[in-house]
């Protein structure tokens, strides 16, 4: 009953607030908070009380299907948190925004969907809510209508409709072959299902469709697009929470239907490592705030997808990973909701996202500064705080997974570099944000003190103060997260109680630190600076705005070949070799970036099936036009003066002769002779046209008989 | 009384038909008066026969065997079901759509007369009774394309009717194969072959059954006789599109469920070279049909490719002979049904209101008549199959029906081209959606109208919410489904 309610509560509240908002604006906002309170209390409420189950019979045929064990009660928690945080943020952030009805409508059916998707106990009723999510949440990207945001908006739908095809296939298939979708029935049936196969197609669309949904590389494309146009409280509830819907269907399946499988865990590995150290990447070369959070997101996605691959990998001995995948997904919900609401903050005073126009902001804000450190250094992994925890997990498995046997060194120096990395972007956003000075308006900055009001700074800080909370009470407070999902993750119990500040541990983490303070110098630093852009030329900034990411991965790929090539030697073939390399490399840094390549070749693709389905689809109107134009020819076209000359232009004339002999003299037009002469016309042409087209009716009656006569006579004696 | 009423549900419409042209009728709230009160009162007698068991009455006899005679069971239910209330709606949007046009008169009675003998069709008892039936929708409702008496419509026309014609004079020759073959022409759930006389001429009856199922896939707009309906669709009034593709088109699906079914039975042609023919053609008609309908940009071309596409998925359901795949299709021929009518009133309603006939003119509409353009998105989602919408549940059992066939190439073939039309259906509809409602800044916004006042908004409003709720409450009827489709295999 409380699973239903919290459910449908915020559906029902989103028609109420609609129709509030109509009346009064502010109490619409109240009410839209209000209601993300009652579901945050309803959470709590849930979350001390027994696991539960649900059932709504009947919809949509098999009905609907909710549990409540302890891994969805600390989502669902953090979920109503997040969303109520938010929402508190958001009567600030889009007071001076159109439409806000249409925001607060959508966000609060997002909610009860998102919730949805969380409590679902087989993916049949998951997969309803996941799309009725991805419709609802498209409205956050699009809320803007500028045409960054309507492009952005349809990759998002674009991504979100063909993964939630590709995922609904892989329902089918899992339907049909293991009689249900049950979540926890599927490891025991799997394990006695005889095809295999099927079973991992069918995983690999639902792997398609929720990794869609996640960031997962290749079909993060819309993730870096979609998170700078929307709404900053929207943007923080799409990487917090609506990413982590992606996770949940692939926990769901990696931990059941492929649960102890390595093969399994092998490819989520790779798919998770790419994107981890593809989305850092990205990260470091962005100049916009949002972007790089966005990009940010990708990379933690990717830390997370690496636990769980590592979860298959390890077998029954997952403990480590488990923990780690788990509470690497709850850190980064709420590293990102502090991060976007800082990002929020800043886009609500200054209406800008470029690292150059809003340099210095942050200066003489404490709150706000205090905020984006506490964010900044618990993505990347600062002892103390609860990023370092979770990382340290995932860590300490890659070793075990090394220890078992596997080569997986180099997967271990890509998570460190990729924690380096994360550090060093995060660095470029504090420095810019808050220790370098704007040009020109830090003046202006420094003077705005009311640059957020009481609900939003409580709020911020509300969710700033979480991060060490949990950090600092690591053993107690992240322990007991990590317990209360083992459950539903099917860990294995941990050998050994993991002394987070062990050196060993703290090895890895210095290790990272390291990397990313010389990726920062060296790599951001000498970068922009031999660019000559970031510091010094200002103006120079402004034309390159839109091209900036590109030049700059361009640039930097060819540095790193070039250097590569110099240590071969500069000879001809060498040369060749590099270029064309640079050439595929750039090619493909635009497939991940841009969607350059990817598009020609669906276009061509389609409009080759498009030609190929007009050509199927006019056969038969070509075949009888053909007919008509041959064997069923029409006569040549009838002259004026047959007409004329015929029986029916006589009996109009004798008929005008009569009729003017009574003193009937018609106008010109409606004698009879033109009378009769339209109407032997209009008979002529409806005979040829009905001819004619009687003739092709006739003529497939006459196929059908002469293929059952050949029939008879030849084939069938 | 029930014989009664079945009769009167063919004789009303008729009669009220007949009498319409001939009356001219000057005070037009009397008529439309009159009009609405037949489609009422056959909506009613509609439910009142849903709840009967079964009815039986012989018209006549025109020798010993050959009979026309009426009997209600299932099948006929649920298509007579969806007539009455599909041609209800619509007649109520027609009030307004035809406005004071000249032949006002003559469309509304050619529209009460295809609704009689589509009645006639439903509660058919034998293939000769049905038979006869198809030909008369035929001809009744050509003049429903032909109402602008345009040379387009009058080509279309034309089309629409040999194209049927031909198609029917396919399925003639099946029928007199059959009356050869079988026991006799009444329709018993599980066929009437009779054995020993097949015995030895399976192979030739095979062909003849092909053929005839392919003739009356004219009316269903299956290939390669589906020609007519993106001709007839574009020039005829919306309300007739929208009966022509929801209700008429499913005439042929009810003749081809009828042959396979009731007269052949589902037994015989399983696992023959016939039944992957059938499913061939029917999988590329879903496929041609969504591509086409997404390379077309005038609104209700794109529709009446959507209905080749959609009715094929119903067909696909049929084909597979599987009681499963067939509840899908039987379920599918509801919810298309609703769902098209939805769409076909909302182009009208930009066609009259805004004057506005190709997709692409339409942004920014979404503030100017936000009630139609909220029905065509839910409409829309509801034709994708995104959950919880109907469209969802009878593509979910339509492709599990499929994946459990046991047909090896057919059986993952044919959920993977519904999902790859799903999304083709994805990238038809919803731009028109996203247009409308996101403009984007350089389009003039189009002012504010009343969208046609409430007899166009309201039926559209209803069937739109019915798409989804049909969705969402499919669990209260899958098992009368279940039933239904079990019970088409004797």
Redo the contacts between chains.
Sequence with gaps: MILLAMIFLPMVSGFVCYGVGRRSKPWRSRLAAMTAFAELALAVFAALGKNLTACV???????LHLELDGFRKVYILIICFMWLMTLILSDEYFAHYHKRGRYYFFNLMTLGATLGVFLASDLFTA??FF??MS?TSYTWV?QE???GA?RA??TY?AVA??G???A??GL??L??TLGTTKISELYALAQACESKKTLYVAGGCILAGFGAKAGMFPLHIWLPKAHPVAPAPASALLSGVLTKSGIWGILAISCNLFRYDSRWGTVILILGTVTMVLGAVLALFSVDLKRTLACSSMSQIGFILVGIGMMGLLGEENALAARGALLHMVNHSLFKLVLFMCAGVVYMNLHQLDLNDIRGFGRKKPLLHLAFLLGAMGIGGIPLLNGYVSKTLLHESIVEGIGLGYSLKAVEWLFLISGGLTLAYMTKLYVCLFVEKHPTRQAEFDAKKDYMNLPSSLALLASAILLPALGLTANRSMNAIADLGTDFFHAGALEHAVRYLSLENLKGAAISIVIGAAVYFLVVRKLLVKNGNYVNRWPKWLDLEDLLYRPLLLKWLPAVFGTAAALFGENKLTKKLWQGSVKAFSSLGSLFGENKLTAPISKAL?RI??I???A??????ALVLLLRKTVYREGPPQTEDKYASSLSYRFGRHADNIAVRHGKENPAEHRYARLFYRLRKTFIDTTH??TG??S??????CA??C??FA??LL??R | MIKTIMLCLILLPWAAGFLLPVLKLKNRRGKCALISAVLLLEAAGAVVMLLQKSAELTLFSMTKTLTVALRMDGVSKLFMAIAAFGFLLSGIYAFRYLGHSEREDSFFGFFLLSLGALMGMDLSSNLITMYLFFELITLLSMPLVLHDRTEESIRAALKYLFYSIAGAFLALLGIFFLARYTTTLDFVSGGSLNMGAVAGHEKLLLVVIFLAVVGFGAKAGMYPLHGWLPAAHPVAPAPASAVLSGIIAKAGVLAILRLVYFSVGADFVKGTWVQMAWLGLALLTVFMGSMMAYREKVFKKRLAYSSVSQISYVLVGLFFLTPEAAMGGLLHIAFHACIKICLFLVAGSFIVNCGKHRVDELAGYGKAMPKTLWSFTLASLALIGIPPASGFVSKWYLASGALNSGLSVYSWLAPVVLLVSALLTAGYLLPITIQGFFPGKNVTIPEKNNEGGILMWLPIIVLSAAAVLLGILSGCFTDAFSALANSMFG
Excluded: K, W
């Design positions: 019979p009947a919809v949509c045929g098999f009905g997969l309803i799309e009725i419709f699009i209508q500028t045409d309507i908006a349809n739908l409709v063909i939630g095809l590709a609904l296939m089918f298939l339907q049909s389609l099936a498009g190929l389905s007009r199927v689809c006019d056969l038969v109107d046209r009905l087209n009687l092709f009716a006739l003529l497939a009656l059908a008989a293929i059952v029939y008879i084939i069938h």
